[in-house]
C-alpha cells in the first residue's frame, strides 16, 4: 500500500477544508479499483492506494478529471457538558484564568467539525480560543475514559471510547458521539457546527459491542471449546473508514493470512482466524480441510503436531489445540470455503476500539461462509523469523535527519504490542507535534517525549504527532509478529518513499 498527501491549504483553513472533504466526497462516490481510502483532514486529503491496481500517475489523472462541489452548511449541535475534567485545574493554572473563564471560553465558541477521525466518530472541532490553546501531554495517556471533552492546541474534541491520548480533558459529555447500534453511529459529520453548554447529569453509558458473528450459522464448522488470548475472525479490512475513524483492520500479518488462505484453495482475504500468543481450543463439526501459517503457535490435533504452512484434514468431533513453536506471536488458522461472519461498513474484521465486533469466547459455533472441496497436505514454506527484528525504514512525512538518524542508532526494546501499534523504548528520538491529519500505515510516530510507536492497522486514523519515518511496506507483516521485550533494529531501506506529499492547486 502506498499514500498520497494532497495539501490543500495551509494551517486551520475553512476554505481548505471544504475542498478537501468535496474531493474525498466525489472520489469516493465511484472509487476506483486500488483506492483503500480517502481520509480528509484539515487542508489535507490522504489516499491510500495499491500501486499494482492504481498508480500513482493514474490516481493524479483522474483526481484531475473530479469536479466536486463543496459541501452545503451543516446542522448545529449543542453538546451538553460536565467541566469534571482530569486537567481541568491544570489547563487554568497553565492559562493563567480562573476555572468559570476557562469554561466560559471553551462554550463560547461556535465550533466547525473540521474531520472525524483518530477513533470512531471523535470530531477533530476547531478554533479554540487563544487564551486556551496548549500543547498536548508531553506523552499520550494509555487509556482517556469515554465521552471525555477535551482540547490541544487549536483544536477540541470529544472522545467517543476509552482510549489511549495525549490532549488535555476539560470534561464529559453527557450525549454519545458515536455508537455501533444506531442507524446512523455517527452524532456529527464534518462540516456541522458545534456549540458546548455546561449542564449536570450522569456520564453515558460505553456503547455495547457490536457482534458480528451469527447466532445461528448456516453450516456450522468449529465450536470454541476455551478461547485463547485473544482470537479474532477477520477478513482483509474495512476500507473507506478512515473518514468515520474506523480501523483499517485486518490481519496484522497479511502474508500468513493469505497464505493460510491459499493452502486450503480460498481467495486471499477469505474470512479466518487470527491466533494470537496462546490459541484456543476448536472441536470440527464437520469434516474439514484447514491450515494453519504465521509464527510463535503450532497446532495438535489428536496428539499429533500440525506445524504452519501445510492444510490438513480435520475430521468431526476432534478438538485442535495450540502450544509454543519457536519465535512468534500469531498464526491463522484458514478453512476450506472461508468462515460465515456478518459486516459492518463493508467488512467483517473488528474493530476492538470502535466496539464492533470480539474476539471468541467459550461456546461460540463458527460456520463455512460457503463449501468448497479442497485436498489436504499442500504445503508452502514460510520464511524464517528471529530476533532481535530488523526492519528497513523510509522517510516519514515529517522526515528529519535528526529524528531518522536516532532511529537508525538503536538498538530498540519492545514496550507494548498490539494491534494499535508498538511502543518501543531506546534512544530518545526527536519528536514534535502540530495540527492532526492522516496517519499513514507504519508510520513511526514520535510524541514530544521520545519514545517511538510504529502505527498498525487498528491506529487511529488522525493524529497530530510528528511522523519522521515510515517502516518498509515488505517489512511491515514482521511487525505483527513482534512480543514485549523483544528487541528490534532499524536500518536505512535505501528506496524512495512510498508517501508523497503534493500541494493540489
Known amino acids: 500500500m502506498e499514500g498520497l498527501y494532497l495539501r490543500l491549504g495551509e494551517g486551520l483553513s475553512e476554505a481548505a477544508n471544504r475542498r478537501a472533504l468535496a474531493l474525498a466526497e466525489a472520489l469516493l462516490k465511484d472509487p476506483p479499483p486500488g483506492l483503500w481510502d480517502a481520509v480528509p483532514a484539515y487542508a489535507t486529503l490522504f489516499l491510500a492506494y495499491d500501486p499494482r491496481l492504481l498508480p500513482r500517475a493514474r490516481l493524479l489523472h483522474l483526481l484531475r478529471r473530479l469536479a466536486p462541489s463543496l459541501e452545503a452548511e451543516g446542522r448545529v449541535v449543542e453538546i451538553p457538558v460536565r467541566y469534571d475534567g482530569e486537567d481541568l485545574e491544570e489547563v487554568a493554572r497553565l492559562t493563567g484564568l480562573s476555572l468559570e473563564e476557562v469554561k466560559r471560553r471553551h462554550q463560547a465558541p461556535l465550533y466547525r467539525v473540521y474531520a472525524l477521525g483518530f477513533t470512531p466518530g471523535f470530531p477533530f472541532l476547531a478554533p479554540v480560543d487563544e487564551a486556551l490553546r496548549l500543547p498536548r501531554r508531553p506523552h499520550p495517556r494509555p487509556r482517556v475514559p469515554a465521552h471525555s471533552v477535551a482540547l490541544a492546541g487549536v483544536q477540541t474534541g470529544i472522545y467517543p471510547l476509552p482510549s489511549p491520548g495525549g490532549w488535555r480533558l476539560l470534561g ?257 528520538v526527536p519528536g514534535g507535534e502540530g495540527l492532526s491529519e492522516p496517519t499513514p500505515l507504519g508510520g513511526v510516530q514520535v510524541p514530544p517525549s521520545g519514545r517511538p510507536l510504529v502505527l498498525l492497522r487498528d491506529k487511529g486514523s488522525l493524529g497530530g504527532y510528528a511522523k519522521p519515518a515510515l517502516v518498509d511496506p515488505k517489512d511491515l507483516w514482521r511487525l505483527g509478529q513482534v512480543w514485549p521485550g523483544v528487541g528490534m533494529q532499524f536500518l536505512p531501506s535505501g528506496l524512495s518513499s512510498p508517501i508523497a506529499v503534493l500541494t493540489w492547486e
Open 172 to 428: 464529559t459529555a453527557l450525549v454519545p458521539v458515536y455508537d455501533p447500534h444506531r442507524a446512523s453511529p455517527f452524532l456529527l459529520r464534518p462540516g456541522d457546527r458545534v456549540r458546548f453548554r455546561e449542564a449536570e447529569g450522569p456520564t453515558p453509558p460505553e456503547p455495547l459491542p457490536l457482534d458480528l458473528l451469527p447466532p445461528s450459522p448456516r453450516l456450522p464448522a468449529l465450536r470454541v471449546e476455551e478461547p485463547g488470548l485473544l482470537d479474532l475472525l477477520l477478513d482483509g479490512g474495512r476500507p473507506f473508514g478512515g473518514r468515520f475513524g474506523l480501523a483499517l483492520s485486518g490481519p496484522l500479518d497479511p502474508r500468513s493470512a493469505a497464505l493460510a488462505n491459499r493452502l486450503v484453495g480460498n481467495p486471499p482475504f477469505a474470512p479466518l482466524l487470527e491466533i494470537a500468543y496462546k490459541g484456543p481450543a476448536l472441536t470440527a463439526l464437520r469434516p474439514l480441510v484447514a491450515a494453519l501459517s504465521g509464527y510463535g503457535l503450532e497446532g495438535v490435533l489428536e496428539g499429533e503436531a500440525i506445524p504452519p504452512g501445510v492444510s490438513f484434514f480435520w475430521p468431526p468431533g476432534k478438538t485442535l489445540r495450540f502450544r509454543p513453536r519457536g519465535p512468534g506471536a500469531r498464526v491463522y488458522l484458514a478453512v476450506a470455503g472461508g468462515l460465515e461472519a456478518g459486516r459492518f461498513f463493508g467488512s467483517a474484521s473488528p474493530d476492538l476500539r470502535g466496539r464492533t465486533g470480539r474476539p471468541l469466547k467459550a461456546g461460540d459455533v463458527l460456520g463455512l461462509e460457503a463449501e468448497r472441496p479442497a485436498r489436504p497436505g499442500r504445503s508452502f514454506p514460510q520464511e524464517p523469523l528471529t530476533s532481535p527484528f530488523r526492519l528497513r525504514l523510509l522517510p516519514g512525512p515529517q522526515y528529519t535527519r535528526e529524528a531518522f538518524s536516532a532511529l537508525l542508532s538503536g538498538p530498540f526494546r519492545v514496550e507494548r504490542a498490539d494491534r494499535m501499534g508498538v511502543e518501543l523504548s531506546g534512544p530518545p
